[in-house]
Structures are given as structure tokens and as C-alpha cells.
């Protein structure tokens, strides 16, 4: 299976923060990496697809750059409704395998 | 679009779930949709998916065996029959609309979920 590690674990920010979240793949996956976003009690939203393709309705705040094995989210200038938990997800081989999730909270 | 579980709840290790993903808004012969879950307190784990045509299923090993999804087109709804349970399969359990960009795959709509607890 593929392994995908996130990093940090958290992170404590401001709003008007930039704020980068990494994900590394224990091997290579080309750009089939998604990343979600994900608010307590609530099921994970689409973010990104294809590593750096912004999903429709999303802001242009959030970012995504990488391929191969190593990945990047990017949220330039935080706002108070981006503190939340972040995952990244595989989708080049099964089994899909995600991150273990980046919490951005308030500093 | 709209994906709505239900049939989660409580029961002891060793029974049985079936869990029901009603959805609406889109084609759904032409999509597959898979199922993930999470843990209290815990990340993603993806557990199954099937295409859009009934074939393909896969499972994550630790519900191989156990775990069957199944779909009925005519009435646009995927099923995950949960056998043989354990502690370990308490989670919020998601199904999930695929779609892909070339080869990358991706999660685009969610259902809220439902929860499952294992004990006794």
C-alpha cells in the first residue's frame, strides 16, 4: 500500500496567515492526489483534484502544487472559516490511501 | 446532487449492517461510488468501491471478506452489506461520488454520513 504522510499535524495561525500543508508519498503517484477539507461533524469537502486543479466553487486562496512524490497545499491569506483538518488522498493505486490530516487552528 | 446513508446504528461484534446510499441530482448508472470511513477521533480510510456498471469491486483488506457492496441502478443506490463485525469497523461510514481527471481520481460529493458502533 501506499503510505501518505502529512505535514505538519497542526498548525496554529492567524487569520491573514499563509499557511502550506505537505503530503509525501512513499512512492510515486504521479499527480493523482486530491486534497480535502474537513470541519468537525461534517464529511470532508473536495478542495483539489489532479494535485493542483482547483475544484469548482472553491477559493483562489487555496493552491496545490506537486507531482511524483511530493505535494503541497497552499492557503494564502487564512480566513476564519479555513480552520479546519486537511487531508491529502492517493488515487493512483488501491488501496486509496490518505494522509493522516494537517489541523489548522488559531493561533 | 445528493448522497444520503443510512442504516447505521449499534450492534454487538459478530453481527451484521446494511448500510443504504440513496442519491439523487445526477446519472447515477454512469458513476462509481465508493465508501470510506472514519474512526472517532480519527483519519480516512477508504473501504470499497464499485463502477458505475456493477464490476470492479474492491476492498480494503482489513473488510475483505467481510464487507460486500453491491448497487441497484434502478433505484440509484449503492449498498455496503457489513458481516462479521468488530470494535475495530466503530466509524462514521461515507459514501462518495468518483470522477476522474485522466488517470487521478477524486472524491467530488459526500454523503453526511452514518455512524456505525460496534460493541456489546
Known amino acids: 500500500d501506499i503510505q501518505m504522510t502529512q505535514s505538519p499535524s497542526s498548525v496554529s495561525a492567524s487569520v491573514g496567515d499563509r499557511v502550506t500543508i505537505t503530503c509525501r508519498a512513499s512512492?510515486?503517484?504521479?499527480?493523482?492526489l486530491a486534497w480535502y477539507q474537513q470541519k468537525p461533524g461534517k464529511a470532508p469537502k473536495l478542495l483539489m483534484y489532479?494535485?493542483?486543479t482547483l475544484q469548482s466553487g472553491v477559493p483562489s486562496r487555496f493552491s496545490g502544487s506537486g507531482s511524483g512524490t511530493e505535494f503541497t497545499l497552499t492557503i494564502t491569506s487564512l480566513q476564519p472559516e479555513d480552520f479546519a483538518s486537511y487531508f491529502c488522498?492517493?488515487?493512483?493505486?488501491?488501496?486509496?490511501?490518505f494522509g493522516q490530516g494537517t489541523k489548522v487552528e488559531f493561533k | 446532487v445528493q448522497l444520503v446513508e443510512s442504516g447505521g446504528g449499534v450492534v454487538q461484534p459478530g453481527g451484521s449492517l446494511r448500510l443504504s446510499c440513496a442519491t439523487s441530482?445526477?446519472?447515477?448508472?454512469?458513476?462509481?461510488i465508493h465508501w470510506v470511513r472514519q474512526g472517532p477521533g480519527k483519519g480516512l480510510v477508504w473501504v470499497s468501491r464499485?463502477?458505475?456498471?456493477?464490476?470492479?469491486?474492491i476492498y480494503a483488506d482489513s473488510v475483505k471478506g467481510r464487507f460486500t457492496i453491491s448497487r441497484d441502478n434502478a433505484k440509484n443506490t449503492v449498498y455496503l452489506q457489513m458481516n462479521s463485525l468488530r470494535a475495530e469497523d466503530t466509524a462514521v461510514y461515507y459514501c462518495t461520488r468518483v470522477r476522474y481527471s485522466g488517470s487521478s481520481g477524486y472524491f467530488d460529493n459526500w454523503g453526511q454520513g452514518t455512524l456505525v458502533t460496534v460493541s456489546s
Open positions: 488522498q492517493q488515487t493512483n493505486s488501491f488501496p486509496w490511501t
Open positions: 489532479a494535485a493542483s
Open positions: 464499485m463502477k458505475s456498471d456493477g464490476s470492479g469491486t
Open positions: 512512492q510515486g503517484i504521479t499527480n493523482c
Open positions: 441530482g445526477f446519472t447515477f448508472s454512469t458513476y462509481g
